[in-house]
């Protein structure tokens, strides 16, 4: 059965930290590795990795997929309160259906 | 990335009832996907809705509790029949990246309370 595990499940930081959100998988047919944002409802974009090996950054955000060991790492550097909200990793499959985790609940204290 | 409007927003249903959930999106797309977000958990797929045939349910979603249309290539309902408490949770439609099929969009989701 695919599956998408995250850690931790939840997280309290203080602003000024560095975090990183573990994401790994066990899929058949892997296409790509997405990470979202939620804070009310509607998960935001936040990455897209297809190749092993290649970071993605956007400002204090990064994520790097490992293909082969089959997990991808979201980093967020100097952290913000308004950096607080669930984390969501999901791996899409062929015919774009999209296997999420269980989440990560990341709160960072002013 | 496409522009998703989905209604309601959140709606508090009596058990018994059914409500129905709008998503419209502002270009076509082939595929329009429904998910579940229960209570402190996270997303699960109920059904693919593809146009001009029936969607397809996900292991544990039956289409009389879940029945949906896609009329057309940018509009798709999912209706929640008989409702129970059990079925309190967000609602999210969602569709693939234009330039990216791989990407997912969301809607902003519909909260939905049965008491």
């Known amino acids: 059965e695919d599956k998408v595990v995250q850690s931790p499940l939840s997280l309290v930081v203080h602003e000024g930290d560095t975090v990183t959100l573990n994401c790994s998988y066990e899929?058949?047919?892997?296409?790509?590795l997405l990470w979202y944002k939620q804070e009310k409802k509607a998960p935001t974009f936040l990455f897209m990795l297809t190749s092993s090996g290649i970071e993605k950054k956007s400002g204090r955000l990064s994520s790097i997929l490992d293909n082969k060991e089959l997990f991808s790492i979201l980093n967020i550097t100097a952290t913000q309160t308004g950096d607080s909200a669930v984390y969501l990793c999901?791996?899409?499959?062929?015919?774009?259906?999209?296997?999420f985790g269980a989440g990560t609940i990341l709160r960072v204290k002013s | 990335s496409a522009v998703i409007s989905q209604k309601p927003s959140r709606d508090i249903c009596q058990r018994g009832t059914s409500l129905t959930i709008q998503c419209q999106v502002d270009s076509q797309v082939t595929m329009m996907f429904w998910y579940r977000q229960q209570p402190g958990q996270s997303l699960t797929l109920i059904a693919t809705a593809n146009q001009g045939s029936e969607a397809t349910y996900e292991s544990g979603f039956v289409i009389d509790k879940f029945p949906i249309s896609r009329p057309n290539l940018t509009f798709s309902t999912l209706t929640v029949s008989n409702m129970s408490p059990e079925d309190s949770s967000i609602y999210l439609c969602s569709v693939a990246g234009r330039v990216s099929p791989s990407e997912a969009f969301f809607g902003q989701g519909t909260r939905l309370t049965v008491v």
């Open positions: 899929v058949t047919n892997f296409r790509s």
């Open positions: 999901a791996v899409t499959e062929y015919g774009n259906k999209l296997v």
